[in-house]
């Protein structure tokens, strides 16, 4: 195929309705000029990104209006807008791994163009990591403190499956899949730089680690153990053998 050709079309006019509304002609020529790329996995990483800041930019949009319902005690709503944020978040950790059909050498290649760019300039991370404090005030005030609820409450002495259970458990999902995004772009850095090395910089890679184990909502986390001391206060910290107990009834 004739790449020049296909070159000067792929970008389109940007005339028709379809391009207008989209905006087609600044999207598509967000990413370098076809000649500028440096090899030939940095359209990919280009374009990776700038989806993952998209996707991100639709997440924080998306919280602001879950903010809203749960203020207004919509649980439907607020359900089926977590649903989205959850949907986006798992769509983000697969594109990771498109990452991973990158070569480490093709990586460093693109790599000498990043100057000391890092992650943690991004405009979507750095608007996500301000948001949860406020949502889980919200959460706190409108859907445990006005009733007289407690965590332990909705998830133990009191479980019901009601809707304060159902907005904590969108929380905790919601917390669970930033981590496993976390997680994956981890082990991306393991298959491209590796773990030992520095950041652009200067920070160790290993720094990521700590991040990895911050939660947005510790609470959440927390009633879980809470729950196993207090059912395990039945059977002690080791429980006896239920085979052991069969056999002492058969004696
Ligand atoms: C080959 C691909 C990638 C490599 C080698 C890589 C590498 C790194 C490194 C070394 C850091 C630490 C930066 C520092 O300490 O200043 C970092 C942070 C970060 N990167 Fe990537 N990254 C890659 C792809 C991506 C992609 C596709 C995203 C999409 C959003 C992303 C988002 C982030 C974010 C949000 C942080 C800050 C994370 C935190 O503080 O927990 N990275 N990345």
């Known amino acids: 195929m004739e790449r020049e050709y296909f070159y000067s079309i792929m970008n389109g006019q940007g005339t028709l309705d379809y391009e207008i509304y989209l905006n087609t002609h600044a999207l598509l020529s967000c990413q370098k000029d076809y000649q ?3 090899n030939q996995d940095e359209l990919q990483f280009q374009i990776v990104h700038q989806s993952e800041e998209l996707w991100m930019k639709l997440i924080a949009y998306t919280l602001l209006d879950i903010d809203d319902y749960i203020q207004k005690e919509n649980t439907n709503r607020v359900i ?6 959850h949907g986006i978040q798992k769509i983000m950790i697969q594109q990771l791994s498109l990452l991973e059909t990158m070569s480490p050498k093709e990586y460093q290649e693109i790599r000498i163009h990043l100057g000391n760019g890092s992650g943690q ?12 404090q406020p949502l889980w005030k919200s959460f706190k005030t409108f859907y445990l403190d006005k009733h007289g609820l407690t965590l332990e409450k909705i998830y133990d002495t ?3 499956h009601c809707n304060a259970y159902m907005i904590a458990e969108a929380l905790a999902e919601y917390d669970e899949l930033f981590q496993k995004f976390r997680y994956h772009h981890i082990q991306l850095i393991h298959r491209t730089i590796g773990m030992g090395s520095q950041s652009l910089k200067g920070r160790p890679v290993e720094l990521l680690e700590s991040g990895m184990r911050m939660k947005f909502f510790p609470e959440l986390w927390e009633v ?14 080791v ?13």
């Not at 089926?80 to 944020?85: A, E, G």
């Not at 300039?121 to 949860?132: C, W």
């Not at 429980?239 to 004696?251: D, H, V, Y």
Request: charged share 30%; hydrophobic share 35%.
């Open 121 to 132: 300039e991004s405009p979507g991370f750095r608007t996500i990591m301000k948001m949860y």
């Open 239 to 251: 429980r006896e053998s239920i085979a052991n107990k069969e056999k002492s009834i058969a004696i």
């Open 224 to 237: 879980r153990n809470k729950m196993t001391d207090a059912w395990g206060l039945q059977y002690g910290k």
């Open 36 to 38: 500028e790329l440096c």
């Open 158 to 160: 009191e479980y019901s």
């Open 80 to 85: 089926t807008l977590f649903n989205r944020v």
